[in-house]
């Protein structure tokens, strides 16, 4: 766990069967450490990595394919399948990106709802990176400690729709119910509670001189190299880039709202670290903020679609013309579903999710592509892991917050 | 999973610990949707394993494949493996996996002689 | 800058390059001949006033049926430092489906590129790894072209009818497995002996 990237040029392959032979390891794809299946071929010298390579699609599901064969509404389940630590942010992003293509203006209450379930969903996301990440370093008793305020989040969110992981609350054009006022103050309870929380997180491993050698100076990646590479989220923060998606693009109501958006300077696993730790105090102070300046009034757009895309109950719809989309379309509002693509994205806690829609002027999506960070993450793992230790192969996976769900889709 | 393994559902008061190798294992849970290109290791992960040895499905995607009626998915781990107790749910609740698991107990104790006659 | 001042100096520098400028809810796309793709990406990337230098997604998209030209990539591109964003979609026909690869410009478009070769069947010409990643790679198909059938028409990846074939072959040493034929109880008969 040398601190210090040896020169690759030094290290010599001796020829095969020779002593200094380089000899290739595989990690996983049933590896616990690989946060579900990721497979790891890792070509050692020693104890140093000299090429790693990735492979990925153990859990291709092939959603955007399905995506094609679905209404709008009907995709909005599929994405809690893709990042299912934070099911929640993955609804938030993809119904803004369908409003924003069929052009449905939210509410401003859904919107402040839809901003304070997000960050509850990152506070999830990062309460359970911060879990796995330190048991795979070595530190046990932050895993316990983190799924006990995980767990008090959970029971929210089944409170509020009646699902822990998986919760499809929001819908296009709004959220699917209202919040409860006991809701409310529960959240606004530990909002109170959780900063001390965090203090109690970090008594444990923040100065720990273990924890310190375990993550400084290691996976080093400049902010060149990750933007390069199209990291984004906290794993680009750390490296000192400020690109936030809700800073550069604001959606629902972060525009409302006041956070600071915490950066790194070194790239390496413990300002990873850092940035995402100190991501939990903004993102309880969000919270905060929402529910002190939450307005009254309706949480669905009017003009919302419902399941079925039919545009509006009330205004006439008709079967479309070719049957064999099966689809009821709109007669009026027929541009409802207009041609053309858009590209939307949002800050989940991984990183940048971007969903690009092209549209055909059915109520289906003639195709999905879904921008996910874990794929792009895990696509840089060589570049952070090559040069290292192998050990520190798993600080560097866990340091870049990776759901292989979200990766393979 | 772990949620059940973890603070508040605490699998470790039934005697059921994770392990971190099929060498060691007595059952293995299969946790999410299995694909085509899984199933494989899965099989060969299952084959690690010691008699006796049981499967739990675990989530509707395991059980049955779920919504995922893809080209790579697999529409049930029971189609290359023998799966003792379903748990359904997307994903089941910590409750669920833990009533599966004491279901699984309980058919331990009432088979009898399946895995050699001197037990 | 405004929404279509981008497009439109793309479409000065390489008039011949550009077959359309759409836009669409306040997102504007260049659609573009795929030859000069390589040029563009990387005078984009490096031009001081626009800086493209995220790649924030790329992907293909199958018109079969629709469109003259059957493929599209698609490139979104994003500038940190102007927060400016835009769309290249460059047009790969059927017959001749490849494309110069933009790994050169930015790393990250590495993983993007194998994912629509794996998926689309479109190569990319320069591309350091030029394999399938999602699916086994002696997958037969390309399962996002608009022709293959969701279910894959049926037919399993080799690999795994291997693996059931294997796990039919091993039953017969199981007591009572879940494959339970009850006319024929080999388990049951040796115990009884």
């Not at chain 2, 999410?32 to 989530?59: F, H, L, N, S």
């Not at chain 2, 790579?72 to 003792?84: N, Y």
């Not at chain 3, 836009?23 to 626009?50: F, M, N, S, Y």
């Not at chain 3, 017959?95 to 790994?103: G, H, P």
Request: proline share 5%; aromatic share 10%.
């Amino acid at each position: 766990m040398s601190a210090n990237k040896p020169d690759l040029k030094l290290i010599k392959n001796d020829t095969p069967g020779g002593e200094n032979e380089a000899y290739t390891v595989a990690m996983g794809p049933q590896h616990p450490a690989t946060h579900g299946v990721l497979k790891l071929d890792l070509e050692l010298d020693g104890e140093t990595v000299i090429k790693c390579r990735p492979t990925v699609g153990f859990l291709h599901r092939g959603v955007e394919k399905l995506a094609e064969n679905m209404s709008y509404a009907q995709v909005l389940p599929l994405t809690d399948r893709l990042d299912y630590i934070a099911s929640m942010a993955n609804n938030v992003a993809y119904s803004i990106a369908v409003e924003t293509l069929l052009g449905i203006e939210t509410p401003l209450r859904a919107k402040y709802i839809r901003t304070m379930v997000m960050e509850m969903a990152r506070l999830t996301g990062h309460l359970l990176w911060l879990a796995t990440h330190a048991l795979d370093i070595g530190a046990m008793t932050v895993f316990l400690y983190c799924f006990r305020e995980r767990e008090n989040l959970l029971d929210m969110f089944e409170e509020l729709c009646g699902a822990r992981l998986t919760t499809t609350y929001t819908c296009i054009g709004g959220v699917r119910q209202d919040v409860t006022g006991h809701f409310l103050e529960t959240l606004y309870a530990f909002t109170e509670e959780f900063p001390s929380r965090v203090k109690e997180y970090e008594t444990l491993i923040d100065q720990n001189r273990i924890w310190l050698k375990r993550t400084k100076g290691i996976g080093v990646i400049t902010a060149e190299q990750a933007v390069s590479l199209g990291l984004t989220g906290p794993s680009l923060r750390g490296s000192g880039v400020d690109y936030d998606v809700r800073k550069h693009m604001p959606y629902d109501a972060y525009p409302f709202v006041e956070f600071e958006v915490p950066i790194g300077s070194e790239g390496d696993v413990y300002d990873r670290y850092r940035c995402r730790m100190e991501e939990f105090l903004q993102s309880n102070s969000i919270i905060r903020q929402c529910i002190e300046q939450l307005p009254a009034g309706p949480v669905r757009a009017e003009d919302a679609p419902d399941l079925v895309m039919e545009y509006n109950p009330a205004k006439k719809v008709a079967a479309d013309a070719t049957f064999s989309s099966g689809i009821i379309k709109l007669m009026e509002d027929r541009d409802r579903y207009m041609q053309g693509d858009v590209y939307v994205a949002a800050e989940v806690p991984k990183g940048e999710l971007g969903f690009y829609f092209v549209s055909d002027g059915h109520g289906r999506p003639y195709r999905m592509h879904i921008r996910s960070p874990s794929y792009i993450h895990i696509g840089a793992l060589p570049y952070l892991c090559e040069g290292y230790m192998v050990a520190d192969v798993i600080a560097n996976i866990g340091s870049l917050d990776v759901v292989l769900g979200e990766c393979d889709r | 999973m772990m949620a059940a393994g973890s603070s508040h559902h605490d699998l470790d008061r039934f005697g059921i610990i994770f392990r971190a190798t099929p060498r060691q294992a007595d059952a293995m849970i299969v946790a999410g949707t299995v694909t085509q290109k899984m199933a494989p290791v899965v099989r060969r992960v299952y084959d690690q394993m010691p008699e006796p040895r049981y499967v739990i499905a675990m989530g509707s995607c395991a059980c049955s494949g779920g919504v995922f009626r893809t080209y790579h998915t697999v529409q049930g781990c029971d189609e290359f493996l023998p799966v003792d107790v379903y748990v359904p749910g997307c994903p089941p609740r910590p409750e669920a996996l833990l009533e599966g698991l004491i279901r699984l107990q309980e058919k331990m104790m009432k088979e009898e002689m399946r895995w050699g006659c001197w037990r | 800058m405004g929404l279509l001042e981008i497009a439109t100096l793309i479409q000065d520098r390489y008039p011949d390059q550009v077959i359309e400028v759409v836009t669409c809810r306040e997102q504007a796309g260049v659609i573009l001949h795929k030859e000069k793709i390589l040029e563009i990406c990387r005078w984009l990337h490096d031009d001081p006033v626009l800086q493209f230098n995220h790649l924030a997604d790329l992907c293909g998209v199958d018109y079969l049926h629709k469109k003259d030209v059957r493929f599209e990539v698609v490139y979104n591109l994003y500038s940190i430092p102007t927060k400016r964003r835009i769309r290249l979609r460059a047009q790969v026909p059927e017959d001749d489906c490849w494309i110069d690869s933009v790994t050169p410009v930015w790393i990250g478009a590495n993983w993007h590129e194998r994912e629509c070769y794996d998926l689309f069947g479109i190569k990319f010409k320069g591309h350091p790894d030029m394999r399938r990643i999602l699916l086994p790679e002696d997958w037969e198909g390309h399962p996002l072209r608009k022709d293959y059938p969701l279910d894959g028409g049926r037919r399993n990846w080799r690999g795994y009818d291997e693996v059931k074939e294997k796990a039919r072959r091993l039953r017969e040493y199981d007591f009572y497995g879940m494959y339970e034929d009850p006319t024929k109880k080999i388990g049951l008969k040796d115990v009884s002996k």
